[in-house]
């Protein structure tokens, strides 16, 4: 799996939106992006994943550079329970084997 | 009950006690995962099997054993662990290989586990 490169913590305001940046640069052409979430001593949660166009869902958006060596996501109106770590993962699909990084530590503030 | 269970929640033994963790998947899934999180650490791939074949045994020590009866239950056998074992356990499931290209991971709430 390509290394990832989180900052390790960031504060956003409620209501506001959070962008959360990761950076992959050795990412290969077969490799996604993938983002899950773990809030506090709770199992991670998958959020979104994309190749190389972006993508949104009822949670998230996810825009890719069009190099792909960097991601971000977005939460478009954080809410006090985005309060987690995210985790940003490059792997190739098909293969199970998920490496969780450190992450980031998303602190949403009233 | 939907989604992925795990039970217990919270145990703690000593460590010459035997116990077992126990996950439960309601999705139909064919691969199940075990991972470890220590504190302050990221998660660790402890095991995966694929259609009740261990496909996946990260170097764990063999005071954990896994036993996946059947694709929908998946148990970690734990005896004579050690204190630094002490760790939240978790279980996911996933549809299995082939049909997981895109290997979205379930989770489940995990067992905080504390060795004494």
């Known amino acids: 799996d390509a290394k990832t490169t989180q900052p390790p913590s960031m504060d956003c305001a409620e209501g506001r939106a959070a962008n959360l940046p990761c950076n992959h640069s050795?990412?290969?052409?077969?490799?996604?992006v993938y983002w899950y979430r773990q809030i506090h001593s709770q199992g991670p949660q998958y959020i979104i994943h994309g190749l190389k166009n972006n993508e949104t869902n009822e949670m998230a958006s996810l825009i890719i550079t069009e190099d792909r060596k960097s991601s971000t996501l977005i939460l478009p109106h954080a809410t006090l329970r985005d309060t987690a770590v995210y985790y940003c993962i490059v792997r190739v699909g098909g293969y199970q084997k998920v490496t969780f990084g450190t992450g980031t530590k998303l602190q949403v503030i009233p | 009950e939907t989604g992925v269970t795990q039970t217990p929640r919270h145990l703690v033994m000593g460590m010459t006690n035997k116990k077992s963790l126990k996950c439960e998947q309601h999705?139909?899934?064919?691969?199940m995962y075990w991972y470890k999180q220590s504190a302050k650490k990221p998660l660790e791939l402890m095991f995966v099997?694929?259609?009740?074949?261990?496909?996946e045994n990260n170097s764990v020590p063999s005071r954990f054993s896994p036993e996946c009866p059947n694709s929908s239950h998946l148990f970690l056998h734990l005896h004579t662990l050690q204190p630094e074992d002490s760790a939240l356990y978790l279980c996911?499931?996933?549809?299995?290989?082939?049909?997981?290209?895109?290997?979205?991971?379930?989770f489940g709430p995990g067992t905080r586990l504390t060795v004494l």
């Open positions: 996911a499931s996933s549809p299995g290989q082939i049909a997981d290209f895109y290997n979205e991971q379930f």
């Open positions: 999705l139909g899934h064919n691969a």
């Open positions: 099997y694929n259609f009740k074949e261990q496909t």
């Open positions: 050795t990412i290969s052409g077969n490799e996604y």
